[in-house]
């Protein structure tokens, strides 16, 4: 059975969707990279998803994924579990993907449904499951209806659940009544993948996050895990209320990943905010909100600053 315990082992608990920096001709910045592991680390985050949604995956390369993975295991020292995107719309590339991310160092692999295709639950079972024995790694499934167009169903996810490398779900879906029966009826670890539903996913059994938001304040979610372990709800819900202001900036602005990226130079974790088209930077407008819900949130350049610097010395 896979415990609450064991799947921290495998997958962490306080996980970060990464961004890829990037310099401002779109190459990815190996500097950049290096500063942003260092500062997750430096704020309590046990976990990466490398090349998911909010790293731009559908505008990176195999190449590129492959030294992204790399790097970061690499610049953690293999502090951090490093969790290799792996969505496609083609099984034939996932599997490809999915090799290419265990030659890379990847702990484990993040499958979503086909997006655009929008097949049969059938049909996402067996792309799944298809990946899933390619890549011999643990599996977390992405379900991300929003973004791929179709829902796996919670019947799905119960059979998936079935395979021995298929361990966690990753819930974007925000179905909490769903997310409930699944873990009642299986043994899959959950993770709450929509940063506004952290606490109630916690409340209702999930094993952790993978938050956008935590790009900044992985520390604060570190901190939201450890009061509900604790049945400190009172300072659970005092922790997601103060994240109020910076989540709504960076989560129901624009697409995360533009976001993130702007309050990272904003803080001085990185020098450059460039996204890759089709997406595009922040306005001026959304720049000077997303500037109150930092200060409004109580995090500044200085603060991060030290973090870092005392992990380094």
Known sequence: MTSIHSASSIFGTNLVAMVTPMHRDGRVSRAGVDALVDHLLA???????????????????????????????DRSNHALRVIAGVGTNDTSAGIDMARSAAAAGADALLITAPYYSRPTQAGITAHILDIADAGGLPVMVYDVPVRTGVAIEGSTLIELS???????????????????????????????????????????????LISVTGNLVSDRNAELIAAVRAGDLARANAVQRSLLPLTASVMRTTQGAIMAKA???????????????????????????LHEALCATGIDQESISARVSIRLA
């Open 162 to 208: 079935q395979h021995p490398s298929i361990m966690a779900v990753k819930d974007a879906k925000g179905d909490l009544y769903e997310a409930m029966t699944v873990m009642a009826s299986s043994d899959l670890a959950y993770y709450c993948g929509i940063d506004e539903l952290a606490l109630p996913y916690l409340t209702c059994g999930a094993t952790g």
């Open 43 to 73: 704020t309590g985050c046990d976990g990466v998803v490398v090349a998911g949604t909010t790293g731009e995956a559908p505008t990176l390369t195999t190449h590129e994924i492959s030294e992204l993975l790399a790097q970061v295991r």
């Open 263 to 289: 309050a990272l130079v904003g803080i001085g974790v990185l020098s450059d905010a460039t996204v890759r088209r089709p997406l595009l930077e922040s306005s001026a407008a959304d720049l000077e909100r």
